[in-house]
């Protein structure tokens, strides 16, 4: 094709890539250029400083805290959703009487944002008044009501539980593909070779959603390790930071205590981390995509 | 096994996760029912004695709620419309050109669809403020397409491909311009498409928390999300039947266009670049 001809899908391309490069650009470059300087209260930067900025964040301890903190949220997360998701999608992709209303209802709160499920649970977990509450002093599993949120100890588990509430439905979708995916065939093979479900679970089924397993973890480490609405909602953080992941501590140490430049440091760093599994997700994804 | 014990012992083991899902709904219900009264006794109770709808209706005035949804649907059909408006050209330019660096293209719509507003925002919110854009709601349709615009080319461009390109041939044999195949052939039986990525595009940006949080100031400006969040963590005192009879409002049209729209949207999900 002669250059002329190519003028036109360029034209169309470009206002879409000219926004994609500007909203994700801009802000990269502003913070490298931030993360090297002395940073006052108002944003505007200083002198430069070198690795100054990184080497304060690196001697506080609470980044130190929500690294450790966000690495147990996103395994945990991530783990969780994935056990859950297998058998759920598993169930779901055989025949029985419902089936389309389970669907129905595990796949529901895709659609219903992180930020309500966080105000609901808020209440539901209410210390005093709430729900769950109710449930456990009827049944007698509680004399007193629990105090759900006012501890880290106790905060924080809570909030993996509806971390990995909330990263269900995609993961029952990205594995409802991968059963549908399956030759029949196959199975019918193996079960006539005398293959227990067990085994055939074990060695056919695994090994072929393998790529979907992949997949899924990926994207759920993507999506554990940036979740800040469940966490800010039910805890800010709280009480004392010990709730804190990095996504919310980083917006701490902005806007709150100010610290523009080690928060800008703290960002390029996560922004680094999260690219790495980004470019994991794209090389999978191609690979599906491939076969 | 039968298939009535199958589909029993189906159902008991996926109860445990069916009524964690249908808990949170449970309480908005019991909750958005109840009078104030009602609301904070101890032992907490699950049924409400006398029902009370007056909560629906209270919200509109006292919390200006209407206004906060109103600004929702504002952003979120501003970003749906500004989203499709580029991505369509781009997908289609994607699917029925041989371009160059056509791989490093496609590679760079993969890459940024999972890039995350969270660890840019601060510097989001520099560029928005020294474009003047805080607490306006151009910033917020910016940047929710922005970040939906990669995943929307992607998922148009996969659907494109499926449309053969001899219909729009035969209508240029047959005279039509161009423009006229693209109008009167091509977007019509692209429309199915263009419906989900809307779809999709309008949920990301209607559930969307920390760009609303970061770029919005004042309560007028707040969309439904925000007004709910500053409601419950701001406050000492929580008027939690109040808020739950909103967020039910916030939720069950989301929840409807889910149910009805279900096949589509779990087809998207699970072709489009899993989002």
């Known amino acids: 094709m002669s250059r002329p001809h190519l003028l036109l899908p360029f034209a169309m391309l470009l206002p879409s890539f000219a926004l994609v490069i500007w909203i994700m650009g801009y802000p990269v470059a502003d913070l490298m250029r931030m993360s090297v300087h002395a940073v006052n209260r108002f944003g505007q930067a200083g002198n430069f400083v070198g ?15 929500s690294f450790r903190r966000t690495v147990i949220w996103t395994v945990c997360v991530t783990s969780g959703t994935i056990m859950i998701s297998i058998p759920v999608a598993l169930i779901l992709s055989q025949d029985f009487a419902g089936r389309s209303l389970a669907r129905l209802i595990v796949l529901l709160p895709w659609a219903v944002s992180a930020t309500m499920t966080g105000i609901v649970w808020r209440w539901t977990l209410n210390g005093q008044f709430g729900m769950l509450n109710a449930l456990l002093l009827k049944f007698g599993l509680t004399d ?13 588990p809570v909030a993996i539980l509806i971390g990995i509430l909330a990263a269900v439905p995609l993961t029952v979708i990205i594995f409802l593909g991968a059963f549908s995916s399956l030759p029949g065939d196959v199975f019918d093979a193996a079960r006539i070779d005398g293959a227990g479900p067990l085994n055939t679970f074990r060695y056919m089924t695994l090994p072929l959603i393998r790529p ?8 759920n480490v993507i999506y554990a390790f940036n979740s800040f609405a ?29 610290k523009m430049a080690e928060a800008s440091a703290m960002s390029l760093m996560m922004f680094a981390f999260l690219l790495v599994f980004c470019i994991l997700y794209a090389r999978f994804a191609m690979r599906e995509r491939a076969l | ?39 904070f006794t101890f032992p907490p109770r699950w049924l409400p004695e006398t029902i009370d709808l007056s909560n629906f209706t209270v919200i509109w005035g ?38 160059p660096a056509r791989g490093a293209l496609r590679l760079f719509l993969l890459l940024t669809q999972m890039i995350s507003p969270v660890v840019l925002i601060i510097g989001i919110f520099r560029m928005m403020s020294a474009q003047g854009l805080i607490n306006d709601h151009r910033s917020l349709i910016l940047a929710y397409s922005g970040f939906s615009v990669a995943f929307a080319v992607w998922m148009l461009q996969s659907y494109f491909e499926t449309i053969p390109r001899e219909i729009e041939e035969a209508a240029h044999i047959d005279g039509a311009s161009w423009f006229a195949s693209l109008r009167h ?70 929840a409807v266009i889910f149910i009805l729209l279900q096949k589509q949207i779990v087809g998207g999900l699970a072709l489009g670049a899993v989002k």
């Open chain 1, 51 to 65: 690795a100054l900025n990184f080497s304060k964040l690196f001697a506080d301890p609470l980044f130190w805290a």
């Open chain 1, 144 to 156: 007193q009501p629990i105090e759900f949120l006012a501890t880290g100890q106790v905060a924080f």
């Open chain 1, 212 to 219: 979907f397993v992949n997949i899924a973890i990926v994207l």
């Open chain 1, 230 to 258: 469940i966490i800010w909602i039910l805890t800010q953080g709280g009480p004392a930071n010990s709730t804190d992941i990095l996504v919310t501590y980083l917006y701490k140490v902005a806007f709150q205590y100010g």
């Open chain 2, 1 to 39: 096994m039968s298939y009535a014990r199958k589909s029993i012992l189906f159902w008991l083991l996926l109860s445990p996760l069916l009524i964690m899902v249908l808990l949170p709904y449970a309480v908005m219900l019991s909750t958005a029912l109840k009078p104030p009264t009602e609301v």
């Open chain 2, 62 to 99: 006292k919390i200006d709620f209407g206004r906060a949804l109103l600004n929702s649907l504002y952003v979120s059909v501003g970003a749906t419309i500004l989203t499709l408006l580029l991505a369509i050209p781009a997908a289609y330019a994607m699917a029925r050109y041989t371009l």
């Open chain 2, 185 to 254: 052939i091509f977007l019509p039986l692209a429309m199915p498409a263009i419906g989900v990525t809307a779809i999709f595009t309008f949920i990301a940006a209607w559930t969307d928390f920390i760009l609303a949080f970061t770029l919005l100031r004042t309560p007028d400006k707040l969309t439904a999300t925000m007004k709910l969040f500053y409601l419950v963590s701001g406050t000492y005192h929580v008027d939690w039947n109040e808020v739950m009879a909103a967020t039910l409002v916030t939720t069950v049209p989301i």
